[in-house]
T-cell receptor, first 113, second 113 residues
């Protein structure tokens, strides 16, 4: 099946710094999603991308659908303490039927005040 | 609207015991999903249901059964629990036209001794 490689696995940053994380796949994806999971909660959708090259923002968050359709990036600008959590990429592979998604392993973000 | 609700929030089982995890959504979504989340492994799809009356296997279906009771409810059953099934279980749902945007419940934390 499809696999997603998400990096980095964890990040420790100071409040105010910018953050970048990415996700790569071995096959072509036609949808990329970025979720955030707070401790003890389910993942919450942050940004959805549907076209190669698409760049979408949600407040301080910006995500891009890679031109090759095999990668995606998430940037967080001017981080704040409430950005702490696990960020997951997810995608729907081109050859997948129905609505099945593949998830990355997550990036654990820690923000020091 | 409550969104996606799951019961119970936490459960301890002994090996060989059975139990059913309940999930309900009030968003009139056709598609529903069951995932398990293990440390460092992201979310893996167990079963999903594209519509009332249909269910399909996901990535890790062994040891589980599901029932799509009606449009709102999708249950996950462990017939004979094993320690390897210790995990956090998430239910999710999505609309037809926006299948990739899945809304997650708060999770059920299961410990099998």
């Amino acid at each position: 099946g499809q696999q997603l490689n998400q990096s980095p696995q964890s990040m420790f940053i100071q409040e105010g710094e910018d953050v970048s994380m990415n996700c790569t796949s071995s096959s072509i994806f036609n949808t990329w999603l970025w979720y955030k999971q707070d401790p003890g909660e389910g993942p919450v959708l942050l940004i959805a991308l549907y076209k190669a090259g698409e760049l979408t923002s949600n407040g301080r968050l910006t995500a891009q659908f890679g031109i090759t359709r095999k990668d995606s990036f998430l940037n967080i600008s001017a981080s704040i303490p409430s950005d702490v959590g696990i960020y997951f990429c997810a995608g729907r592979a081109q050859e997948t039927s129905g609505s099945r998604l593949t998830f990355g392993e997550g990036t654990q973000l820690t923000v020091n005040p | 609207n409550a969104g996606v609700t799951q019961t119970p929030k936490f459960q301890v089982l002994k090996t060989g015991q059975s139990m059913t995890l309940q999930c309900a959504q009030d968003m009139n979504h056709n598609s529903m999903y069951w995932y398990r989340q293990d440390p460092g492994m992201g979310l893996r799809l167990i079963y999903y249901s594209a519509s009332e009356g249909t269910t399909d296997k996901g990535e890790v279906p062994n040891g589980y059964n599901v029932s799509r009771l009606n449009k709102r409810e999708f249950s996950l059953r462990l017939e004979s629990a094993a320690p390897s099934q210790t995990s956090v279980y998430f239910c999710a749902s999505s609309r037809d036209r926006d299948y990739a945007t899945q809304y997650f419940g708060p999770g059920t934390r299961l410990l099998v001794l």
